[in-house]
């Protein structure tokens, strides 16, 4: 894809050079002012002069943390302020649990460290019109990566005063599948003192499993821009029921930093029947995109891709765009996928701008949550309805004997509950993503972009709108589910009805027996005595066993009376004694 040119006459002013600290200062004139000046440069034209910081681009952040000799760790100080890096904050505990202390020397001595490549990464000069990479870099591992990172962007003053004879990377491109501690920790160990504000909340929000889409420019500091989208999203994958998908990041708590949830329930299954080879799973996932820098023609863009939950064989891996390009008839490069634009567009003719480069990314990018939500959404139909419209209790007749192996009314209601669980969870997720994108659509950063690169504003709106027709369907099966349960609900309470009028009529029918049968054995018994013992009054024949029989029955059901009217009883006593009280006072008074 070719980059447009832009035509300006808004030219860099030089600035005058100021004492680089490790602490930002604060800029004394108006914030409107600040920003102004900052979003200016979408439309500025590419300047000789180096803006003043970009050598602060070949000094790492962690190199502050080492000038100040902090207590803190060195993630906790890239995630803070320096002044504050002691605060107790989640998000700080959330990315410092994800990557230990112990990190960083594993990835310098690589002990310890994955060989697998994950990694790709992309230098080039630029411009404004011309790019040149600084040689192109194979799949890399993460200690690969960290060596990689360390070496410095460009622009080194020889003790002569002249340049060093290297390119410079006015534009980088960092892809990396399944971001874990130790490709985050070559990162954090090597970025830039302006790179790391706008990475600290790209890491928290992707490890959060959060969604924002948007442009941020700092209203303090040295003027810097930061365009991000983080898209949660939730893929269905179908695999053998006992190698189901699995995130081998861990957490702190030794949990996976990406869930995977059975979906089995939601099929029917009766009585006795075998367990499914296969299994459909839900497995969580994000993508998030950073693009960053001080002006138009210098940034980084970062790009972290989820793609665990895939078969080996199917998996967006870095080595789907490291193989050899196309090439034409004079044996030059035909085509190269970007990693970040999913392959849509070619590397050999960047996007040299950041606007437009994120908008080409946002928009294959959104393609791709669009096609899983798709998915998901139709199985979640067909499931929905199948169980619903199968189910024996809401059908006239059953349609098989089978049924008659169905679960009962609970079990379905009990189904019915975690469905729309499930369904409210993903309505949530979903719902949030479309606000965020149409909250990006209302951003003048982006609204203003002119020419070729325009086009892509209507296709993510588009996107958008789809999304939409998917929210709205989750909807209706979250409603199709209240129907449901409330319907069981009916036929649970009517069921605990009927239940409860037969268990009293069995509770009625135990008592009546026991007052029958436990006189009669009381009987039995006391005759069954030695003669000396029983009573001369009674006899070892027919009469005195009846005798016996009536007298304990009279008794037992005096007791019981009793015990069950002893309420009546006791108020009835209490008001005899009242009475009784106020006819002796009446007769002391006469």
């Known amino acids: 894809m070719e980059s447009p040119r832009i035509s300006s006459q808004i030219q860099f002013r030089r600035r005058k050079k100021r004492k680089v600290t490790h602490k930002s200062s604060t800029q004394p004139a108006n914030a409107l002012i600040s920003i102004s000046r900052t979003i200016s440069v979408w439309d500025a034209s590419p300047s000789p002069e180096l803006p003043i910081g970009w050598q602060i681009e070949n000094i790492p952040y962690a190199q502050l943390w080492k000038d100040t000799m902090s207590e803190a760790s060195l993630v906790r100080f890239f995630m803070t302020q320096s ?11 959330l990315i410092t649990a994800f990557c230990p202390d112990n990190t960083l020397e594993e990835l310098q001595t690589n002990l310890g460290v994955p060989s697998d490549r994950f990694c790709l990464l992309d230098d080039r000069t630029n411009n404004g019109k011309v790019s040149v990479g600084r040689g192109y870099v194979e799949p890399l591992n993460a200690h690969q990566l960290y060596l990689e990172l360390r070496k410095k962007v460009g622009y080194v003053e020889v003790q002569n005063g002249a340049q060093a004879l290297q390119l410079n990377a006015d534009r980088r491109l960092l892809f990396i599948t399944d971001l874990n501690r130790w490709t985050m920790m070559a990162i954090i160990s090597t970025a830039s003192i302006h790179q790391a504000r706008a990475l600290r909340d790209s890491f928290h929000r992707h490890l959060a499993f959060t969604g924002f889409i948007g442009a941020a420019i700092p209203a303090a500091g040295f003027p810097t821009f930061q365009l991000a989208f983080d898209i949660p999203f939730f893929a269905l994958r179908t695999t ?3 190698d189901p998908p699995r995130d081998l990041r861990a957490r702190a708590d030794k949990s996976t930093l990406r869930n995977v949830s059975d979906l089995s329930f939601l099929s029917r299954r009766l009585a006795r029947s075998p367990r499914p080879t296969y299994t459909h799973n839900l497995c969580e996932a994000q993508i998030s995109v950073l693009v960053t820098g001080s002006d138009s023609w210098r940034w980084v863009a970062y790009c972290f891709v989820d793609t665990y939950y895939e078969h080996v064989d199917k998996r967006e891996s870095v080595e789907d765009y490291s193989d050899e390009p196309e090439t034409d008839n004079d044996s030059h490069a035909a085509f190269r996928p970007d990693p970040l634009a999913a392959g849509e567009c070619d590397a050999n003719m960047p996007v040299l701008t950041p606007r437009e480069y994120f908008l080409v990314v946002l928009e294959s990018r959104l393609q791709q949550v669009k096609d899983e939500w798709h998915v998901l959404v139709i199985y979640l139909k067909d499931k929905v309805a199948e169980y619903i ?20 009314v609970a079990e379905s209601h009990s189904w019915a509950i975690r469905t729309r669980n499930l369904l409210r969870k993903l309505t949530q997720s979903l719902n949030a993503i479309i606000n965020q994108l149409e909250s990006f659509q209302t951003d003048q950063t982006f609204t203003s972009v002119i020419g070729p690169f ?9 996107s958008t709108k789809q999304l939409a027709i998917f929210l709205q369907d989750l909807e209706n099966l979250c409603q199709d589910c209240d129907v449901y349960i409330d319907s069981l609900s009916f036929r649970l309470n009517d069921e605990g009805n009927r239940d409860g009028k037969i268990q009293t009529r069995v509770a009625g029918f135990s008592e009546t027996t026991n007052f029958v049968l436990t006189p009669i054995a009381l009987a039995a018994n006391t005759l069954s005595m030695q003669e000396q013992v029983i009573p001369s009054l009674l006899r070892l024949n027919g009469t005195s066993f009846v005798i016996l029989v009536v007298a304990f029955m009279l008794f037992i059901w005096l007791v019981v009376g009793v015990l069950r009217n002893w309420e009546h009883i006791k108020k009835g006593l209490d008001r005899f004694k009242k009475s009784a009280n106020n006819e002796d006072l009446e007769s002391v008074e006469e």
């Open 240 to 242: 053998l029921s006992h």
């Open 83 to 93: 002044v504050a890096a002691n605060q107790m904050i989640p998000q700080v505990d």
């Open 389 to 408: 419209s199968t189910c024996p209790i809401t059908m006239p007749t059953p349609s098989s004997p089978s049924y008659a192996e169905s679960p009962s």
């Open 454 to 462: 325009a086009r892509y504003l209507p296709a993510i709106l588009a």
